[in-house]
DNA sequence: CTGTATCCTTAAAGATACTG
DNA sequence: CAGTATCTTTAAGGATACAG
């Protein structure tokens, strides 16, 4: 979509992740690889996405190295890498969103461990002390350029009124 | 971007909430909302983006209950309402994988508690006990669909080799 | 300041035919 | 089966002028 709007310069890792799986389709493929899918064809029946957007995807996301492409030539696999795993909770965190505010609590997909058991809800913590959102702070890190420590200064101050 | 495609057909809770913050920007918006944003021209000075895209995203978030809009006619104020900061845990995971994975350990916006100090890496558990992404399974839920059964059958026998 | 209204560009998505 | 190659459509996004 007429998208010319380099996300990276916004100096946010938020703007980084969405560059990479940020449009509609790579998280999906990430969650049904997560699920077990490997094969293209198995992709394309879960989603129904045309071949080529699956085609470009897929070569996206293992050039992004989040999926590796396996075996052989003519008939790969793809799998989660260690980048692509790392999405898990993220991914997870957003379906159980989507679980309590747009399903209205009829989760289609449970997510357990090993036994069946359901997985906790996925929150924030610090020293494994729960936290609610309107405990954050931010502040600005190694990485942050000058604009960025501007408008965390101008929004410092307000933040409490959350 | 030509997409007619409908994600809710999915059955999926994760398409569901890609469906209302899926888009390129309004989790940005959400962003910095959480960062303590509240009047347009913050969050178009912030964002960079073009008016008319703001004004709508700031429209259709309202109408999806995660924004609020208060105060004058004139010059209202934006706020997350429960929903929106219920996004919290999912926007700070994604954002500390891109810490991690895109920006190369060099995170620009450091998120703490109320005394500064950093929070913990947002991660999966089950009562409480962490969990790695390979410890992961899947269930139909209470709202699975026939399809989606079918789906989560195919992919349970291969999970394992994850 | 906070939008709305237009116009324009472009890239994303879909459909489909073809190939090794 | 797993794509590639084309072609077309359309909606997202940008720019800008205008308005309350």
Redesign the interface.
Known sequence: ?A?K?D?S????????????V???WS??IV?DA?????RFAEFQK????ARNILADRLKRLAAD?VLSREGPERRPVY??TE?G???????????????????GD?????????D?????A???????RP?T?????????????PE?RM??AA?????EE?
């Open positions: 979509m998208q709007t996300l310069r916004l100096n946010c890792s938020l703007a980084g992740a969405l560059g990479i940020g449009d509609w998280l999906l969650r997560l699920l077990g899918a490997r879960s989603l129904g996405l190295g799998k989660l980048k795993l790392a999405l898990a909770p993220a991914l997870i965190a957003l379906m159980q969103w989507g679980d309590r505010w747009v399903a009829r989760p289609p997909v449970m997510v357990t461990d090993r069946g058991r359901p997985v906790d996925v929150g924030l913590a610090r020293d494994s936290l959102p309107r405990d954050l702070r931010f502040a600005p890190g190694v990485g942050a350029d960025t408008f965390l929004m410092s101050s307000r933040v959350r």
